[in-house]
């Protein structure tokens, strides 16, 4: 039985094709705000860092009201270390709307995300985007999305129910059309093709009920919230409900509150019908896959299977000679960082936190960089004070016991002139390139690439294509481990005393390097302080000031002239550290650091392990 007053759609594309500011205009164009109200742009995306990156970090529910329809629209993240998001979300949809720019054309996340709504079954209504963009070409990437689909699998059904709903648009000036030159100012063409062409929920409504958990949020005051879609029956607020596991475990719990999804909020209710999406308060210890169910006559779905990390780092409370520095408030002791992380571990199911077998850190592993870096920043701004080790791959065992280790399927756009020079270096980190495409002066280069090799190769990338590149990467699957991959070449300088850095010092180091500090900046022994231009670490001193005679110098001294320092972001940071550094966060600095501060310590350290090397290969 189709619920012809509800529609459930999932918004999916590539990063910065206009998901988010899509969503902005369809809550204007269904009255979500009053006239006076003042309402940002990207509304939904709320998130501190969603709103400075401008990427969908965390999937969304909003619900919207069209002629006496609800429309629940799922925006989801279009970056691949959050895919996890998406692949869960789209449980709840019926439909999907492809966004897709109207000058570049499906890109890598367009793939990723379609193909998984193509999985999923849903109908692909096809939404062409910034079609007032200088350089648009509609027509062209409406043939473009045809083929991809093709490639991906699409049924006919499918492909056909895509070609025939295509609408084009500008959500940054609010309009779509059914073509691009027929002149309509408004989102209206959208919502009336949603409303009479997308399919309602084919539901149940007088089965039992069969609930399915795909999201989870945290409370302090409740704990956790299971949200999901209902596929058969109604649940009503002082349920005794089933609860199966995805292991299949069962108990029983009760609903102590109901909320259904209004606009940008949510709304208490006392039941919710087959086909909505709703939020569920009461189940202690709810998860992703959890099926909400009738203790009489249990349903069982699918299990939901989240997709595992592939790479690991370590958090530890900070030993810098400069904790606790900045602010008398700042969180710097190990126990209050270990309760940071296990509450995130309550209210994050798409990361794995453990202790570490001497309980001297805790591991977390996520599906990136990106992914682990962002919780990083959150604690920062929270005030939390610690250091965090190089990214490690997580490794598997094959069938026969083989070592096997992530791959992924990189893509990087850039200007014909540099495509030799980008295959060049992927190819110094086992990269191997699998396609290239060329159109007018820009080439697109797929390379299949262990997880290992991307450290700290989009900096490569964008410095030999003059910043004119644009590196794009998906998890692929587990392969063969690839062995040694070229790690950094150059040396650093490392400083050998805690003080403040002086010009008068830099100057002469700036000439053998890059310096990461500048004047008046705190550093302290062991602390990075640049990188030199050859192979090989040196201790440098940043404090050396100029030696003062009783003789008048015969000219002027002439002001030392810094060129600015290198500033990481955490992403490079973490990118750009060997495994015997360190990256110290605080709220207010990112430094790279040594693991041991001590030279002496340091040389000690080589010469133990070059004798335990030794000792291996003889007995080998």
Same mark, same amino acid.
């Given at each position: ?13 590539? %990063? ?26 990207? @509304? ?27 429309? &629940? ?23 999907? +709307? ?93 919502? =009336?093709?949603?409303? =009479? ?16 958990? %795909? &999201? ?55 039941? $919710? ?27 069982? +779905? ?97 069938? &026969? ?19 030799? #020079? ?12 699998? &396609? ?8 697109? %280069?797929?390379? #299949? ?32 481990? $690839? ?55 040196? %201790? ?44 110290? @966060? ?7 650091? #040594?693991?041991? +501060? ?23």
């Amino acid at each position: 039985m189709r619920q012809d007053s509800i529609r459930n759609i999932a918004i999916i594309a590539h %990063v910065d094709h206009g998901k988010t500011t899509l969503c902005d205009k369809l809550l204007r164009a269904t009255d979500a705000f009053r006239d006076n109200q003042e309402v940002q742009d990207r @509304i939904l995306d709320s998130n501190d860092q969603e709103r400075e990156r401008g990427i969908t970090i965390l999937a969304k529910n909003i619900s919207i009201e069209y002629k006496g329809i609800k429309i &629940n629209v799922i925006d989801t993240p279009g970056h691949a270390d959050f895919g996890g998001e998406v692949e869960r979300v789209l449980r709840m949809a019926d439909g999907a +709307l492809l966004l897709v720019d109207a000058f570049e054309g499906p890109m890598p996340q367009t793939r990723f995300v379609l193909q998984h709504a193509i999985e999923a079954s849903l109908a692909i209504m096809l939404v062409v985007n910034k079609i007032d963009r200088p350089g648009a070409r509609p027509e062209e990437v409406v043939n473009d999305v045809f083929d991809l689909m093709c490639d991906l699998g699409a049924t006919d059904e499918q492909l056909e129910f895509t070609m025939g709903h295509v609408v084009y648009a500008s959500a940054m000036n609010g309009y779509a059309r059914l073509d691009p030159s027929d002149g309509n100012m408004d989102m209206y063409p959208l919502l =009336d093709m949603i409303v =009479d062409e997308m399919p309602a929920p084919d539901v149940e409504p007088d089965a039992p009920l069969a609930m399915q958990v %795909v &999201n989870v949020d945290h409370s302090t005051f409740v704990g956790r919230i299971g949200v999901g879609r209902i596929y058969s029956g109604t649940i009503h607020t002082g349920d005794t409900i089933a609860v199966i596991k995805n292991n299949g475990d069962l108990s029983t719990s009760t609903v102590r509150q109901l909320y259904t999804f209004d606009y940008l909020g949510r709304k208490e209710c006392d039941q $919710a019908v087959a086909g909505d999406i709703c939020a569920v308060v009461g189940v202690e210890g709810t998860d992703i896959g959890d099926v909400y169910t009738s203790p009489d006559d249990p349903q069982h +779905l699918d299990p939901i299977i989240v997709d595992p990390p592939t790479l690991s780092v370590v958090f530890e409370a900070s030993t810098s000679p400069l904790v606790g520095r900045e602010d008398q408030k700042d969180i710097v002791g190990a126990r209050q960082l270990k309760e940071r992380l296990m509450q995130e571990k309550e209210s994050n199911i798409t990361m794995e936190i453990h202790e570490t077998e001497d309980h001297s850190g805790v591991v977390v592993s996520g599906r990136g960089v990106l992914h682990l870096t962002v919780l990083m920043e959150t604690m920062r701004r929270e005030g939390f004070e610690f250091q965090v080790g190089r990214p490690h791959v997580i490794y598997k065992r094959g069938d &026969n016991g083989e070592k096997l280790e992530p791959y992924e399927e990189a893509v990087v756009e850039t200007p014909s002139e540099y495509a030799g #020079k980008v295959i060049e270096l992927f190819g110094n980190v086992d990269g191997l390139m699998t &396609n290239m495409e060329t159109y007018d002066d820009r080439a697109q %280069v797929k390379f #299949k690439i262990p997880t290992r090799g991307l450290m700290g190769l989009k900096t490569r990338v964008l410095n030999v294509s003059h910043g004119e590149a644009m590196m794009y990467h998906n998890f692929l699957e587990y392969g063969p481990y $690839a062995g040694e991959i070229n790690a950094r070449k150059n040396g650093l300088m490392i400083s050998m005393s805690t003080d403040k850095a002086v010009a008068y010092a830099l100057g002469t180091l700036q000439e053998r390097g890059t310096l990461f500090v500048g004047p008046g900046d705190e550093c302290y022994e062991g602390m990075i302080v640049g990188e030199r231009q050859r192979e090989g670490d040196m %201790v440098v001193n940043v404090a050396r000031t100029k030696n003062l005679g009783n003789q008048r110098s015969s000219t002027a001294d002439i002001a030392v002239q810094l060129t600015p320092p290198r500033t990481f972001t955490l992403e490079e940071a973490m990118e750009y550290i060997a495994d015997d550094e360190l990256v110290e @966060i605080t709220p207010k600095h990112i430094r790279m650091r #040594k693991r041991l +501060l001590s030279a002496t310590d340091r040389k000690k350290d080589f010469v133990r392990r070059q004798s335990a090397a030794a000792a291996a290969a003889q007995q080998g």
